[in-house]
């Protein structure tokens, strides 16, 4: 049975699946369900876990439930119009952060075993965004660090040289200004590659622009969309973006809980990422590790309605790189 639900281009299921790094305190409420064995059952949910053989789905109700694949099982999009068939996929493609529907069995071990598996293509392709998001992370984490690694190598290395000069020059009094002369030239030369290097870690601020949120809420406005529209279209205007890139980070008000707060701003970050990729085709090699704040560092006073509706914000900061631009 298809769902009649309405939503953004898949910023709804990034919602759902960015709740997963709520606190440990919320997630000790959700209920793990045992399906009888041999009952039929249907469900509908978000994958939250992914295994070889089995995956996990939670419903909105935050009920879990354990579903087990076979060489059986038909995975495959819901079927469009009255003569439309859905399009058959591989067990592979069921990812976590896939909303998706289950039609199954329940075995002796009150898992659900499944028959036929159906989920959206946008959703799909939510969830694959989703995925190289997290692989993207994990590479810039390691960039980062293998950078840092190289400088420290190659200060350490300069460090040397100098050394070297020095006692060169304490050993021949004669050649002390030959041998000074090298030893500028060298420092010269460190303070260009340590300039080079430490600013892959150094940004000029660019613009930037900040979307609202109703509270409670990480689903972006049609007005909020077109504020991020006009942003890329500023950008795509530029005649030189080389070493551009994208900072993302979302804000909350003090309406919930500190825990809760931080989940909601993440989301939040999140759901502006996804429109960015989903729309506009951002490459994720450009964005900036994004982070949710939480209700810390308001722009307004939370006691007042104003206040908190303009601390439900994210902020989108373009930064220039001033390693990759060859500035000091």
């Known amino acids: ?111 659900l075993v499944a028959n036929l598996v159906k989920f959206d293509e946008q959703d799909l392709r939510t969830a694959q965004a989703l995925q190289q998001t997290d692989e993207m992370t994990r590479e810039n984490q390691a960039r980062i660090a293998a950078e840092e690694k190289a400088r420290q190598e190659e200060t350490k290395k300069l460090a040397g040289q100098l050394a070297e000069n020095q006692a060169l020059t304490a050993q021949a009094q004669a050649s002390a200004d030959a041998a000074n002369a090298r030893a500028e030239e060298a420092k010269k030369a460190a303070d260009r590659a340590n300039n080079r290097i430490n600013g892959l870690n150094d940004y000029d601020p660019v613009r930037s622009w900040t979307i609202y949120f109703k509270a409670g809420s990480a689903v972006l406005s049609l007005a909020e969309k077109q504020r991020i529209d006009a942003g890329v279209g500023w950008v795509r205007s530029q005649p030189n973006t080389n070493g551009w890139f994208v900072s993302i980070v979302g804000f909350a008000d003090t309406s919930g809980n500190t825990a809760y707060n931080r989940g909601l701003s993440e ?46 914000r994210v902020e989108i900061q373009i930064l220039a790189n001033k390693g990759i631009e060859g500035t000091d």
Do not use: C
Not at 35 to 62: C, E, H, Y
Not at 87 to 101: F, H, S, V
């Open 267 to 312: 989301r939040r970050a999140n759901a502006v990422i996804g429109y960015l990729v989903a729309k506009h085709n951002m490459p994720l090699t450009r964005l900036i590790q994004p982070f949710g704040y939480g209700e810390s560092k308001p722009v307004a006073d939370n006691r007042t309605a104003a206040g908190r509706a303009k601390n439900r």
């Open 1 to 111: 049975m298809r769902s009649n639900r309405t939503r953004p281009a898949g910023l709804v299921a990034l919602a759902f699946v960015f709740v997963l790094t709520a606190s440990v305190g919320a997630l000790a409420q959700n209920q793990a369900q045992t399906v009888p064995n041999g009952q039929a059952l249907k469900i509908q949910g978000i994958v939250i876990d992914r295994k070889p053989d089995w995956f996990r789905v939670r419903d909105t109700s935050n009920v879990e439930t354990v579903v087990v694949l076979t060489p059986a099982t038909t995975v495959r999009t819901h079927r469009k119009g009255i003569f439309g068939g859905g399009k058959p996929y591989a067990a592979t493609y069921i990812l976590r952060g896939l909303r998706l529907q289950v039609e199954g069995v329940g075995n002796a071990e009150g898992q």
